[in-house]
C-alpha cells in the first residue's frame, strides 16, 4: 500500500524472482488512502482463491491502518510471511509451519556453508517479532544455546563476545566493533542502513563494522547476504504451502523439524 520507495523496490524484487523461478504472482497495488476494511476484503478474496497458493502484506501500512488484524486475516495456511500468530505458534512449539522469511534466510545460509548451529552458544541482537525473536525460536529448534540482546541490554560487548555464532539485527549501523565478537566467531548481518555518502544518494551498509571482517571466522556482507536469502525463503514458503493445500495436509513440512522437537 502506498508508494514507499523502499517497499516498491522490495515488491518488485520479489515479483522479479518469482518469475525467475517460475511462480506466477500477482501485485496489488492499493493507493495509500485505502481504507481498511477495502484490504480486508481483498485478503478474503485471495484466502478464498484456489489459484493463489500465499498471501504477502507487504509492510510497513500506512499509518492509518492496524498492522495486526491486517496480518491476522491471511490464511494461515497461506501466510508465505509466517507472520501469523498460528505460524509464531507452531514455530515457538517447534512443530511444523510457516517460518519468517528473513530468520529462515539466515538458517538456510547458515546450512549452506556448514556452519555449526547445534551445541553452539547464540546471541541475537534485536528483539523484534519480525527478526530477532523468530530467529531464536529457530536458533532453539537447532540446538543452539540462544541470548537475545536488545536496546536494553547493559554492557553489550560483554553478551556479544560470549557468542560462537552472532547474528545482529539492530538497524544500528556499524553498532557490531571489532572489539565486540569472539575471534573466530560467526557473524550474520542482518542489518540494512542507509548512511550518506559522497554521491549524496547515500549507500547501504549493516549493523556490523568492517573491521570485524578481520577477527569473525565468517561474516556476511551488506548488501548482498541476507537479503536475497529473505526473498529466496518466500519463494521457498510458496512452495512448501502450495504443496500442503495440494496435498491437503494440516501444516506445510519445513525440513528444519521433521524430527520433532527435541527437549
Ligand atoms: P526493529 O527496529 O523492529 O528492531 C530493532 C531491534 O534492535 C529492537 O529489538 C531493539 O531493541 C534492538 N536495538 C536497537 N538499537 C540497539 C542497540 N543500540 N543495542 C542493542 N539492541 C538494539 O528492526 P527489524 O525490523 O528487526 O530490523 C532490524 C534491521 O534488519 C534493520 O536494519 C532492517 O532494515 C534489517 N532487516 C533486514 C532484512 C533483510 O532481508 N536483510 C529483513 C528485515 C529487516
Known sequence: MGDDPASVAYVRGKARK??????RSTVHALPEATPQAELLALIAQLNADPAVHGVLVQLPLPVHLDPQ???????????????????????????????????????ALLAFYGLPVAGQRAVIVGRSALVGRPLA?????????????????????????????????AGR???????????????????INRVPDETGQGRLTGDVHPGVAGVAGALTPVPGGVGPMTVAQLLMNTVLAAEAQQAQSPQPQTPEVSGGLLR
Open 137 to 169: 525460536a529457530l536458533l532453539l529448534n537447532a540446538n543452539a544455546t540462544v541470548t537475545l540482546a536488545h536496546s536494553r541490554t547493559p554492557d553489550l560487548g560483554a553478551v556479544t563476545r560470549e557468542a560462537d555464532l552472532l547474528i545482529v539485527a
Open 18 to 23: 518469482a518469475a525467475e523461478v517460475g511462480l
Open 69 to 107: 488484524p491486517v496480518l491476522d486475516a491471511v490464511l494461515p495456511a497461506k501466510d508465505v510471511d509466517g507472520l501469523h500468530p498460528v505460524s509464531t505458534g507452531h514455530l515457538w512449539a517447534g512443530q511444523p509451519g510457516l517460518r519468517p522469511c528473513t530468520p529462515a534466510g539466515v538458517m
Open 173 to 191: 549501523a556499524h553498532l557490531i566493533t571489532p572489539d565486540m565478537v569472539r575471534p573466530g566467531a560467526t557473524v550474520i548481518d542482518v542489518g
